[in-house]
């Protein structure tokens, strides 16, 4: 409950301190709108050469894409801003004001920056999605509905968790900059559907690299049903990279000297 | 005019520092960009069981994007937000007193950037005419208007730039229209998809827009795939955009120097 009220004031905070910044709240607003605007005009293309991608045809394609707005629109809202700063603060010696807190500094320094211009994006994936759903000729899975927005805020986790990874090795080098220039580039992967990569590639990057999971999964899971095998490959991958994370973040605070670098 | 060559030189060798990133940034980008590409027209092609769509075999098209992202990094040079930050910042002053063009300057800044996304493009340029799977035509007519091209949307694309980043006079902050120029650049560009796979309405649209000659157009034209008239019109609708932009570029440093204190933010 503690943890709850702390949030609230995060949202708050966020939510005033965006309301200073007017234009630049709009500006942001519509940069993630033209990101919507070139993925939707992209799927609509490629539908022009194919009937199918990935197994899917162009009404399934569609909630597949705006599954993963809706994913980007989690994350650039809930921890974007966060991750941004934390590798200034670890490399600069600035965590110390966060450690000397009685919560978890886990929790403060990777939810107290809540952004409240992609918010409105947020709003605006799910408005992407309710067209994709809308669009479909067939009868929709509508029981499925709940499972699938659950797993899309799995598929968020999952994305911050990856991006965390990259991060994290600020504790240990000068900088993570590179590792995280290639996670942006390799984010991309997560943005076509899971089965139209084939062999090792496949495999890497539903295990290891779990890219191809964050926004195929959830929709193959609204489409075609809870699948038990699949199922509980997306929870081990999410309880893996959670674990993971948790690890690297223990070590990462022992190796911590407050010096900055 | 020396001492643009200096700061040129100067540019270069910031541009140069920070080399892991710079190199994991470079082979990051390819290689996802690359690999998206390949999965994803593997499966339409299977799906279509086509030899060739648009005119581009499989072979042809995955040449297109080795060759487009590096198209794209040499248009768009390095590190954007350069001119908002000195006016955020206060750093124009130095300008204002120094015996050199602000514009120049930030020119060079930008051009020293593109040398090396010059350097790689000649290289991968250089290993895919070599005998092999892409076995590249090489055509010196072609080649050459890709070069013109080529420059001419480097000036286009830093006038587009200034542009933006000189609302920094009015607006707290331009980072997100620059990344939305990016995104906008990265579709009608044609860095995700040929533009001739756009239905054609869209493409006539993109014809008077200056981005197909950042990326479509100069990798077509490597590829033997585009004539020399297109590139012909091509270079005449970046000359335009260049100077419609340039004068618009001037018209927002005259007004905005009138707002500028110098103070920084």
Request: hydrophobic share 55%.
């Amino acid at each position: 409950m503690r943890y709850v009220t702390l949030y609230l004031a995060f949202l708050r905070f966020s939510f005033s301190r965006a309301m200073e910044f007017r234009l630049d709240f709009f500006f942001r607003f519509v940069m993630d709108l033209a990101y919507y605007g070139v993925n939707v005009v992209l799927f609509e293309t490629l539908f022009l050469h194919t009937d199918t991608l990935g197994g899917w045809d162009i009404h399934e394609a569609r909630v597949f894409m705006a599954g993963f707005l809706v994913v980007d629109a989690i994350n650039m809202t809930v921890f974007s801003n966060n991750f941004y700063w934390l590798p200034t603060y670890i490399n600069r010696g600035d965590l110390d004001y966060y450690l000397v807190r009685p919560v978890s500094s886990l929790f403060f320094l990777t939810l107290r920056d809540f952004a409240a211009n992609s918010f409105m994006n947020l709003l605006c994936a799910v408005g992407i999605l309710v067209w994709a759903l809308a669009g479909n000729p067939d009868p929709l899975p509508l029981a499925r509905l709940p499972v699938f927005a659950l797993a899309l805020v799995c598929g968020a986790l999952i994305h911050a968790m990856i991006h965390m990874l990259t991060i994290l090795p600020s504790f240990w080098f000068e900088s993570s900059g590179g590792l995280q220039v290639l996670f942006y580039n390799m984010a991309r992967l997560m943005e076509r559907p899971d089965r139209i990569y084939t062999g090792a590639v496949r495999i890497l990057l539903t295990t290891v690299l779990p890219f191809a999971l964050i926004a195929s999964f959830p929709a193959r899971f609204f489409w075609e049903g809870l699948d038990a095998g699949l199922l509980a490959h997306f929870l081990a991958v999410m309880a893996g990279l959670g674990g993971l994370v948790l690890l690297l973040w223990k070590l990462g605070l022992r190796r911590y000297s407050s010096a900055s670098s | 005019m020396i001492w643009m060559g200096r700061y040129f030189l100067s540019e270069a060798k910031k541009a140069f520092t920070y080399r892991v990133e710079f190199w994991v940034g470079f082979f990051g980008n390819i290689a996802s960009q690359f690999a998206v590409a390949y999965f994803l027209w593997k499966a339409i092609f299977a799906q279509r069981g086509a030899v060739s769509m648009q005119g581009f075999s499989f072979l042809t098209l995955m040449a297109y994007y080795l060759i487009a992202p590096l198209m794209e990094r040499l248009v768009h040079g390095g590190e954007s937000g350069q001119i908002s930050r000195d006016i955020y910042e206060g750093g124009l002053s130095k300008y204002l007193v120094y015996p050199i063009s602000f514009f120049n300057a930030k020119l060079m800044t930008h051009l020293s950037q593109t040398v090396l996304a010059c350097g790689q493009l000649c290289a991968v340029l250089l290993l895919m005419t070599w005998p092999g799977p892409f076995d590249l035509p090489f055509d010196p007519l072609a080649w050459g208007a890709c070069l013109l091209l080529l420059g001419l949307s480097i000036l286009v694309q830093f006038a587009m730039t200034a542009c933006l980043e000189l609302l920094a006079f009015w607006v707290d902050n331009v980072w997100s229209l620059s990344v939305m120029l990016r995104m906008v650049l990265h579709l009608a560009g044609g860095s995700m998809v040929p533009l001739v796979f756009f239905p054609e309405k869209v493409q006539t649209v993109f014809h008077y827009l200056p981005f197909q000659g950042f990326i479509d157009l100069p990798t077509r034209l490597i590829l033997g795939h585009a004539s020399l008239l297109e590139a012909g019109r091509g270079m005449a609708v970046a000359v335009i955009w260049a100077l419609g932009l340039g004068l618009t570029a001037r018209l927002f440093w005259q007004r905005g120097l009138m707002r500028y204190s110098g103070a920084g933010m």
